[in-house]
């Protein structure tokens, strides 16, 4: 007999979660991680840093309330790394201690180190890299929820001083005063809109014409022009040729000529596989060139008792989607009967301001030839708007003049984050903007955004309905 029903490597969203999950249906378990990243990438270096930082940023900076209490407004004046720092730590140890709490609630082993494949079904648990102190573990079946790092170019030396990546951000020594950001996804675009908001005077640097092309064209707009207002410079279709470290900073070299010389440079140049060390090979398994690990619908490797789950398999990288990764795969593995993961994701994007979506974009349903008309409200129109001191925050719906059902939710601003589950809600269900334009709201709320959205939906589709009579 194994040592174990399940064995999880990684303790992160989806690795947590499969555990859990296992053990809830009775199931023997244990999960590998290091000692000091219980919680994953997720919860020390990932999201709740960067999520927790954007918070201390607000409060700190007061930029919230500048359009209230005018523009010189400050909680702390010269706000530093340490400022920032407590809060962070504050968090990551109280999360920490939830998750180790709930793994023994449920009676999971956890087991310090990192593992690596010896066959198939046994695993080798070492705190160290002396493999010759190595533990074997058996388990009938097996989650890989080993996530990513933060991919590093050949080309750039990172010193981890000057030159870092996303990892970086919450060792800094001090808060830079100018920096550059290499690549506008969406870990490089949060960080640059919360170190715009500290004051840095910041410059992104993006091969793309556009950044985040996934999202609503007119969101994306709206977000840079909020940044430009921080004083962020964009400059998109260029390329770094190099990164100059220098006695105090570095200079980046565009393939364009151009040298922009900062305090800080910050690469956010996409993310590797955490499989290199995993041993695969002895399971039967390989990654492709990004570390990722190739799963079916029902996160089974090409080893039917090997699952993987979370960042290591690629898209759509979420703490979000990770989560429910592991405990379908953990179904799975128990012969539990299992659904798909739904189809309508949420995607939020915790920059200030923040965005957030669901469903299909204007240009998506555009090009795939699908009517549909837009219901907007803006914040400033609300009576929330006015007393949070929010005038640019705005919501958007796109409804289907066929049946009005809603296609997609778009939100900007101000608690973006959280109201997009409303617009999900109803989606999911089936709904239609009937229910919204009928629903009361509380008043005063932002959440009264979806009926004037829906009602501003309604009168479009009316006005072109009275116009073919
Ligand atoms: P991870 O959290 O990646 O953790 C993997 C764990 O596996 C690590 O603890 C690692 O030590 C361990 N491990 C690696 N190799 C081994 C081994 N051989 N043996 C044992 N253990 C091993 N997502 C959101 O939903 N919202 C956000 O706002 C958000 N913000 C982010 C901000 C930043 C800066 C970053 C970097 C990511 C952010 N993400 C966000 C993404 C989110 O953090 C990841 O999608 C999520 O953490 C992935 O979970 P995971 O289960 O794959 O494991």
Redesign the pocket.
């Known amino acids: 007999m194994n040592d174990f029903d399940l064995l999880v490597?990684?303790?992160?969203?989806?690795?947590?979660?499969a555990a859990i999950a296992a053990a809830k249906l009775g199931r023997r378990v244990a999960i590998?991680?290091?000692r000091n990243?219980?919680?994953?990438?997720?919860?020390?270096?990932?999201?709740i840093?960067?999520?927790t930082l954007r918070e201390a940023v607000l409060y700190l900076t007061g930029l919230n309330q500048r359009e209230l209490y005018g523009q010189s407004y400050r909680v702390k004046d010269e706000i530093t790394v340490a400022d920032l720092g407590m809060r962070t730590q504050h968090v990551i140890g109280r999360e920490v201690d939830v998750i180790r709490s709930q793994l023994a609630r449920n009676r999971v082993t956890v087991m310090p180190?990192?593992?690596?494949f010896l066959e198939p079904n046994a695993v080798g648990?070492s705190s160290g890299s002396d493999h010759d102190r190595e533990q074997k573990i058996t388990a009938d079946r097996i989650v890989i929820?080993?996530?990513?790092r933060?991919a590093r170019p050949d080309t750039v030396e990172f010193d981890d001083r000057a030159v870092i990546d996303?990892?970086g951000?919450i060792n800094m020594e001090r808060i830079p005063e100018t920096m550059v950001v290499v690549g506008a996804g969406?870990?490089g675009i949060?960080?640059a809109s919360m170190f715009a908001a500290l004051g840095t005077k910041v410059t992104v640097v993006e091969r793309r014409e556009r950044m985040l092309e996934f999202c609503d064209l007119e969101i994306v707009e709206a977000l840079k022009y909020h940044l430009r207002d921080l004083a962020v410079t964009f400059r998109f279709r260029e390329t770094v040729a190099s990164v100059e470290r220098m006695a105090r900073g570095a200079i980046t070299v565009l393939e364009s000529g151009k040298r922009i010389p900062a305090d800080t440079v910050m690469y956010s140049a996409g993310?590797q596989g955490?499989?290199d060390?995993?041993g695969l090979a002895a399971a039967g398994l390989a990654a492709d060139h990004r570390g990722r690990i190739k799963v079916d619908e029902h996160y089974r490797t090409e080893v039917p008792h090997i699952y993987a789950?979370?960042?290591?398999i690629g898209f759509?990288?979420?703490?979000?989607?990770?989560?429910e990764?592991?405990r379908l795969a953990a179904h799975h593995a128990c012969g539990e009967p299992v659904h798909e993961l739904h189809e309508l994701q949420p995607i939020?994007?915790?920059t200030i301001p923040e965005i957030s979506f669901v469903g299909r974009t204007e240009d998506e349903l555009t090009e795939a030839k699908v009517p549909f008309e837009v219901g907007i409200s803006r914040y400033r129109e609300l009576a929330r708007g006015q007393i949070i001191g929010d005038s640019y925050g705005m919501l958007k719906l796109l409804v289907s003049p066929e049946d009005r059902r809603l296609l997609g939710v778009h939100v900007f601003g101000t608690g973006a984050t959280e109201l997009v589950h409303i617009g999900q809600t109803v989606m999911g269900c089936g709904g239609t903007v009937d229910y919204l334009v009928n629903a009361v709201f509380n008043y005063p709320t932002l959440a009264e955004s979806y009926k004037v959205a829906s009602l501003d939906a309604m009168n479009k589709m009316r006005h072109i309905a009275r116009l073919s009579e």
């Not at 180190?113 to 690596?116: K, Q």
């Open positions: 490597l990684g303790s992160g969203p989806g690795g947590q979660r590998v991680d290091r990243m219980i919680g994953g990438v997720c919860i020390n270096t990932g999201t840093p960067s999520k180190g990192t593992g690596r648990v929820a080993t996530g990513t933060p996303s990892d951000i969406v870990i949060e960080y993310r955490m499989t060390g995993l789950v979370g960042d290591v759509p990288s979420l703490a979000a989607t990770s989560m990764q592991g939020g994007i915790y």
